[in-house]
């Protein structure tokens, strides 16, 4: 078992949905803590608030990569390779578990079954983490932080 399943797990006893545990393994890799974001990332859970929407996999996943792309102050840009990104993940998304599940919706990917978030859930949150890691990676992103 990996330090990083260890960790999902770990977040996921104490309560912490699967939006949340991307970023809070995001901000691990930063060497930062910040509640208000993750409580922030509460609304994704479930398909946009237990909704059945589009899966917070996904969307935390998107958020991920905002967190070391995206504009955070003022006099910052968000940068150029952000939206790239995103698509790119949402590309890979959808043929790995859109395809899989019949759609990139909570409710298709959990058909009905409240017990699947504990089978399928945590392989698309470790694959969904792997996958942002190699696209910062890829696209000159430093994870502990910094832009190479």
Same mark, same amino acid.
């Given at each position: 078992?990996?330090?990083?399943?260890? &960790?999902?797990?770990?977040?996921?006893?104490?309560?912490?949905?699967?939006?949340?545990?991307?970023?809070?393994?995001?901000?691990?890799? %930063?060497?930062?803590?910040?509640?208000?974001?993750? &409580?922030?990332?509460?609304?994704?859970?479930?398909?946009?608030?237990?909704?059945?929407?589009?899966?917070?996999?996904?969307?935390?996943?998107?958020c991920l990569l905002g967190l070391y792309a995206g504009k955070g102050t003022a006099d910052?840009?968000?940068?150029? &390779?952000?939206?790239?990104?995103?698509?790119?993940?949402v590309e890979w998304f959808s043929a790995q #578990?859109?395809?899989? #599940?019949?759609?990139?919706?909570?409710?298709?990917?959990?058909?009905?079954?409240?017990?699947? &978030?504990?089978?399928?859930?945590?392989?698309?949150?470790?694959?969904? #983490?792997?996958?942002?890691?190699?696209?910062?990676?890829?696209?000159?992103?430093?994870?502990?932080?910094?832009? %190479?």
């Open positions: 078992m990996t330090d990083e399943m260890i &960790r999902m797990i770990q977040l996921a006893q104490q309560g912490f949905h699967c939006s949340q545990i991307l970023i809070v393994m995001g901000l691990d890799a %930063q060497g930062k803590e910040n509640p208000d974001l993750v &409580r922030a990332m509460s609304g994704l859970a479930g398909g946009l608030g237990f909704s059945g929407e589009v899966c917070g996999v996904l969307t935390g996943g998107a910052q840009e968000e940068d150029e &390779r952000l939206n790239l990104m995103i698509n790119e993940l #578990y859109g395809q899989l #599940y019949g759609g990139i919706r909570c409710d298709n990917i959990l058909e009905g079954d409240p017990a699947a &978030r504990t089978t399928r859930c945590p392989g698309m949150v470790l694959g969904t #983490y792997d996958q942002v890691k190699a696209l910062l990676l890829k696209h000159g992103f430093d994870l502990s932080g910094g832009n %190479q």
